[in-house]
């Protein structure tokens, strides 16, 4: 009697819905990924405006300001009627964010100005992150 060698169509089958199923747990995984990532990537740009800001207000001696945008997903550093820097959070990121102020400003000497704290929490699909700016200007 002759051996055929092969595989059934139903092998074939398991096979293909194994992978699928591998394959749908791992893309879960890479979408959660993706997007701890950008929030972590936004949070740090937003970061380093606050520290552009209080830099520039001691190092040029005029009021500087980090405003906030939640209808754009923009943040924008301004001194005077100069922008010092736009981050376009939404667009670069894919970020939305929520602010308890439309923005925080730093005093010549480096101390924020204001009489409250800012929260400003970042957020995409199941990931966010919050960023707190004491009334002093400490970032946290």
Do not use: W
């Amino acid at each position: 009697m002759r051996r055929k060698c092969g595989f059934t169509v139903i092998d074939q089958l398991v096979t293909i819905v194994l992978l699928a199923l591998v394959l749908s747990i791992a893309l879960r995984g890479v979408g959660v990924m993706r997007d701890t990532l950008a929030v972590q990537a936004a949070a740090r740009a937003v970061k380093d405006a606050f520290a552009l800001a209080r830099e520039h207000a001691g190092a040029s001696g005029q009021r500087t300001a980090v405003r906030f945008s939640e209808a754009q997903g923009r943040v924008t550093v301004h001194a005077g009627a100069d922008s010092l820097a736009q981050l376009a959070l939404a667009r670069t990121h894919g970020v939305t964010f929520t602010a308890t102020r439309d923005s925080m400003s730093y005093l010549p000497s480096g101390l924020g100005f204001g009489a409250s704290n800012l929260s400003l929490v970042l957020s995409r699909g199941t990931r966010v992150d919050t960023i707190t700016v004491s009334r002093l200007g400490r970032v946290r």
